[in-house]
């Protein structure tokens, strides 16, 4: 038997605010782009500010995401029942279970939960987007601070088996 041993911690993170919006740039823009930071230029990528991210995770959609501490603030900012018809505003919050990996070896780690290429040429640092984990969809992005690792997210009713995953790996 070979023993391999990770210098990597992965831990359930907390709830964040999540709401899940569809709709072109232009009209994202138009409609929340005074409530909210930036939206990112580019697919797959992840603009933060103030507390909020904001990844621009498939054509014409987008996740904004935040501590869960102002959650009432951004639906009342974002106001979905008064959003235009080109413009879908949902929260979703309950739907996903966040996780954080960091260390020294949590690019080896995320290698074995993800096929996705985690080379910082193909994800930088501002990268974000949905893609395969532990088998099953999921939210992934870079992070950098306070130390370099990832962020993701599953449904939530799968955090126990990613859970699993990660106590098999991390052993």
Request: charged fraction near 25%; hydrophobic fraction near 45%; proline fraction near 7%.
């Amino acid at each position: 038997m070979v023993e391999m041993g990770y210098e990597a911690t992965a831990s359930r993170a907390g709830t964040q605010a999540v709401f899940e919006i569809r709709g072109k740039q232009r009209d994202v823009a138009a409609w929340a782009g005074a409530r909210l930071p930036p939206l990112p230029a580019q697919p797959n990528t992840e603009t933060r500010e103030d507390g909020l991210a904001i990844c621009h995770c498939g054509p014409d959609r987008w996740l904004v995401r935040a501590p869960i501490r102002r959650e009432a603030g951004l639906t009342e900012a974002l106001d979905p029942d008064a959003a235009p018809v080109s413009v879908s505003v949902v929260p979703v919050s309950d739907s996903y279970a966040f996780f954080n990996v960091s260390g020294k070896d949590a690019d080896a780690v995320m290698s074995m939960v993800t096929p996705l290429d985690l080379h910082r040429s193909v994800f930088p640092e501002n990268a974000a987007t949905f893609t395969a984990v532990c088998g099953v969809r999921g939210f992934l992005a870079r992070r950098t601070r306070p130390e370099n690792g990832y962020e993701l997210a599953v449904d939530a009713s799968l955090a126990e088996m990613v859970e699993c995953w990660f106590a098999r790996i991390l052993g």
